[in-house]
């Protein structure tokens, strides 16, 4: 499977990026929060930082903000140096995963305060606060304080406080951590649209990976306060650069072995995991005798008997089935004793579904539908 032209569209894009960090590094004594890390940013980008708890995305976005100060390195925004500007002179906003309401205030006051503080004339703070207001379809809570409102509802009037000053760039701290699952899925489509809409640049930093690959154009997936992969989120699942990249978005199946051929673009190599040899479409030489992983997706894997074309093939005992309405997750267990998991669309009633508990199953998966890792 290639990449389309298009996962490359902000990456390839000749304008001078909004954001440029390079050689950023922080540290908190010993630790290295952040660890030599350069990115750019497109304008109108909605970017995101994803990783797991500590990798350093917040650290970079507050950095970013201006909050915290790199040890070394440089930030641009805009054509400018910032590295040394406090936040009130930088061109962003920031909204902070807490939200930071003002409790005493209502919600028009709430979203004022940043206007008020930059001393700008009351008719215009006037037009701003309902601007952003209906912009974020709160304008019927304008006099309700904090207190009095859901959580869906304070992360909007945060999100109109951030927006109302104009920014360049808005920088949000894992904005929809405090809501549900439905209201967060209902929402991240919503700040796609109000991005879209308003030309801002936002850059999010999030742990949740549905939530990034919804709604980014780009994704730059840190670990130990390093990116591991910046890319799109289609090229990020279809095409992880590291095994760490391939388990952290989305669920994949690593098997362990060596390159025995590769003849064109068609690798071949052995697998003591997957119990026997495997193929796979690569462009870029591999050494004979080297050792690789190959990553298939649960859901490009196939029982075997329905496609019966399929060049790798598995054997295994279904062990575990997990029933999740719109598809099933099964586990398999293999002859060397590994663990697979594989997916099918629920298309039938489930008392028709012909795969059950303890059934001996072949699955295949074709040659463009899984990646060689090589790190």
């Known amino acids: 499977m290639s990449p389309s032209p298009a996962d490359n569209l902000w990456a390839a894009s000749d304008e001078e990026p909004i954001v440029r960090i390079e050689g950023v590094t ?3 004594g010993a630790t290295y929060a ?24 917040t650290t970079l976005l507050r950095m970013l903000g201006g909050f915290e100060t790199p040890d070394s390195g440089r930030i641009y925004i805009d054509g400018q140096d910032v590295t040394d500007l406090p936040p009130y002179l930088r061109p962003v906003n920031m909204m902070f995963q807490n939200y930071a309401l003002f409790p005493h205030m209502t919600v028009a006051q709430n979203i004022a305060y940043g206007l008020k503080q930059d001393r700008m004339p009351k008719p215009v703070i006037a037009e701003r606060v309902a601007e952003v207001m209906a912009l974020v379809q709160i304008s019927q809570l304008a006099e309700r304080k904090p207190q009095q409102l859901s959580g869906g509802q304070r992360q909007r009037v945060a999100l109109a406080r951030a927006l109302a000053k104009h920014p360049k760039i808005l920088l949000l701290d894992e904005p929809l951590g405090a809501l549900d699952k439905k209201l967060r899925e209902q929402t991240q489509f919503e700040l796609v649209n109000i991005q879209e809409r308003l030309g801002i640049t936002f850059v999010v930093v999030t742990h949740d990976q549905e939530e990034a690959m919804t709604m980014s154009s780009r994704i730059a997936l840190m670990h130990d306060g390093r990116i591991e992969q910046m890319d799109t989120p289609r090229r990020m699942y279809e095409f992880p650069a590291t095994r760490y990249a391939a388990n952290f978005i989305g669920l994949v199946n690593l098997f362990s072995g060596y390159v025995t051929e590769h003849e064109d673009d068609l690798v071949t190599l052995h697998s003591d995991e997957a119990g026997c040899d495997l193929q796979v479409h690569h462009s870029q030489p591999l050494a004979s005798g080297m050792e690789v992983t190959v990553a298939v ?4 894997i196939r029982v075997y008997e329905q496609h019966r074309d399929l060049p790798n093939r598995i054997h295994g005992v279904i062990e ?7 598809v099933s997750i099964y586990h398999v267990k293999l002859a060397s ?3 697979i998991q594989f997916t099918q669309s629920n298309v039938q009633a489930l008392a028709e579904q012909p795969l059950t508990w303890g059934q001996e199953v072949a699955l295949g998966w074709s040659a463009d539908s899984c990646g060689v890792l090589t790190l």
């Open 26 to 28: 922080k540290t908190f």
């Open 34 to 57: 952040v660890d030599d890390v350069s990115l750019t940013i497109q304008r109108g980008e909605f970017f995101s930082l994803l990783g797991s708890s500590g990798c350093g995305k």
């Open 297 to 300: 997706r649960p859901e490009k």
């Open 320 to 326: 575990e089935i997990a029933y999740l309405g719109d």
């Open 337 to 339: 004793g590994k663990t």
